[in-house]
């Protein structure tokens, strides 16, 4: 019988070529933690490579465990690699690893998995999997798609902005792209017209933003639903009222600790399933762009299955 297969999808170029650097020790420890295993290393030379190397990957993995292993898909490099490794494995019941190697990763944080790409390798050698929640995204999407999952924060309004220039950005500045960004969109940003619909009630409103979280936490560390839960079956609604932009950029800083939710500008809702429609509105989610709006956005629970630390519910 063949032993496991662990297949490992990098982009070399992320974290400004940091995945290249720690590549043959993130070798090292999965090969040292499960000695059994055949380790395939993909060097992907395109987004669409990995995205297609990930699906194959999943698609070739047996059903049931070798030497006490299933076969399982690893992703390394930033939040676009694990956006592209969640939507490989969601629903087939296939384990997922995460190495980070990026500027951001901000769904590996939400998620419990440690920052060192090398200690992350040894949470997936360990072999200690919890089944998560994913986000649902429904729409006309920017990849042509009509459906995508999301790990992290689906983003509309002056976060959504925030995070396409950010990736429009002819020029790098690492964790700190994102705080230019918001600090350059907001000089001229207005309040947006939002129609929204949670849990089948409707609601038109103005906001600066209006956050669904499944994993709580976007732009380089903001916790943008300071409590959220990624096994509760629920959606975490962060929605932030018409303010000027002298209080939004003092809530700014106070995202990264979770105190701003304490604002009377700041409201927050759980619910299922959400409906968001408005005028000018684009959605982004885990760094990615999702298309125009509308969107329907559903949580699914139990959707992946996640190596983790061993014995640590994925909770922040």
């Known amino acids: 019988m063949q ?35 055949r380790l395939n290393v993909v060097r992907a030379t395109s987004y669409e490579e990995a995205r297609m190397r990930g699906l194959a990957a999943v698609e070739a993995a047996r059903p049931t465990p070798v030497d006490g ?8 490099g930033g939040d676009g690699m694990m956006h592209l490794g969640l939507n490989a494995a969601a629903g087939s019941g296939v384990p997922l690893g995460l190495i980070p190697s990026g500027t951001g990763n901000d769904f590996c944080r939400g998620v419990g998995v440690p920052a060192s790409a090398v200690a992350a390798a040894k949470v997936v050698a360990d072999g200690h999997t919890q089944a998560i929640d994913l986000t649902r ?11 995508r999952y999301v790990g992290s924060v689906v983003s509309t309004g002056y976060d959504a902005r925030v995070n396409r220039r950010t990736n429009a950005m002819s020029f790098t500045l690492g964790s700190l792209g994102y705080a230019y960004s918001a600090l350059a969109e907001l000089a001229r940003f207005e309040p947006l017209r939002y129609r929204i619909t949670m849990d089948g009630v409707p609601r038109t409103q103005t906001a600066m933003l209006i956050a669904v979280a499944n994993a709580g936490l976007f732009g380089g560390g903001m916790r943008i639903a300071p409590d959220y839960s990624v096994t509760d079956g629920l959606l975490d609604i962060t929605i932030i009222h018409p303010v000027s932009r002298m209080t939004l950029l003092r809530l700014l ?15 927050r809702v759980r619910a299922p399933h959400v409906t968001v429609d408005g005028d000018e509105l684009y959605g982004m989610a885990d760094g990615e762009a999702l298309g125009p709006v509308p969107l329907l956005l559903e949580a699914v629970p139990r959707a992946l299955t996640l190596y983790v630390p061993h014995a640590v519910a994925v909770r922040p």
């Open 3 to 37: 032993p496991p297969t662990l297949t490992l999808v990098v982009n070399p170029t992320a974290g400004r070529g940091k995945a290249v650097r720690v590549l043959p020790s993130v070798v090292q420890e999965l090969l040292k933690g499960v000695p059994s295993a």
């Open 69 to 76: 292993r299933h076969d399982c898909l690893i992703v390394m």
């Open 137 to 147: 995204v429904s729409g006309e999407l920017a990849d042509g798609s009509t459906q």
């Open 253 to 267: 800083p106070a995202m990264f600790s979770g105190a701003f939710a304490s604002d009377p500008a700041v409201e």
